[in-house]
């Protein structure tokens, strides 16, 4: 008899490269799409059908366990053992792009979905396989380095088109790198693909604020 078991074993402490990957792609392509191709209203209205689409499907999922084969290939490679029989990240990862950009300037936005996007996975994929000095639990020195490696990166790259120096646009990306660096070890019960982006876009506005770095 064929095997139809897919019990999902997978946990925050496994590395699971293709929800890491696809986290990391889907992230840098909306941020490259909005930043370059798309206004506000576009990116608005096609992040929220996608939002209404994936709320659908997850339903689906959680309630109609009989149509689990359908979303045996998505399951197996992109949810977690938790996510089995309630939504998936997936939701409070859309919701936080969406409200990232309904609410705030596009390059702004841009560096806080670039922050989801590359300094999140990347800080999980180090702190798992070499993480070993800890400061609070479940977070390593290691992860937050390379936590503050991506976002730094994601803002300067993001705003050397924006500064008015170079010197201004790296003094900014150290600060908000550093802030959200210590945002992100914080042990909060929020899902951290809402908290992260709206955090560094927040915190982004007020250094932009104090530098004088326009974003319009």
């Not at 889907?26 to 990116?43: D, E, K, P």
């Not at 120096?165 to 909060?188: N, R, Y």
């Not at 992260?196 to 915190?203: E, K, M, Q, R």
Request: hydrophobic share 50%; charged share 15%.
């Amino acid at each position: 008899m064929e095997n139809t078991d897919t019990t999902i074993v997978a946990t925050r402490k496994d590395l699971q490269l293709p929800r890491r990957f696809f986290h990391m792609g889907s992230g840098v392509t909306v941020a490259f799409i909005y930043n370059f191709l798309l206004t506000h209203q576009q990116a608005v209205s096609i992040l929220g059908t996608i939002a209404c689409v994936l709320y659908i499907m997850e339903q689906v999922r959680i309630n109609y366990p009989e149509f689990s084969g359908h979303f045996e290939q998505f399951s197996k490679y992109l949810l977690r053992a938790e996510e089995q029989l309630k939504e998936s990240a997936g939701i409070p990862f859309v919701m936080g792009l969406l409200l990232t950009i309904l609410s705030f300037p596009k390059p702004i936005a841009v560096v806080s979905i670039l922050t989801l996007a590359i300094a999140d996975p990347l800080s999980a994929l180090i702190g798992i396989k070499y993480g070993r000095l800890r400061v609070v639990a479940h977070k390593s020195i290691e992860g937050s380095l390379a936590f503050f490696a991506g976002c730094f990166t994601s803002t300067a790259l993001v705003f050397l088109g924006y500064a008015p120096t170079t010197g201004t646009a790296l003094g900014l990306a150290f600060f908000v790198a550093f802030t959200v660096g210590v945002f992100e070890m914080v042990p909060i019960r929020l899902d951290d693909n809402l908290t992260i982006p709206l955090f560094t876009a927040a915190v982004t506005w007020l250094y932009c604020i104090i530098l004088e770095i326009p974003v319009y």
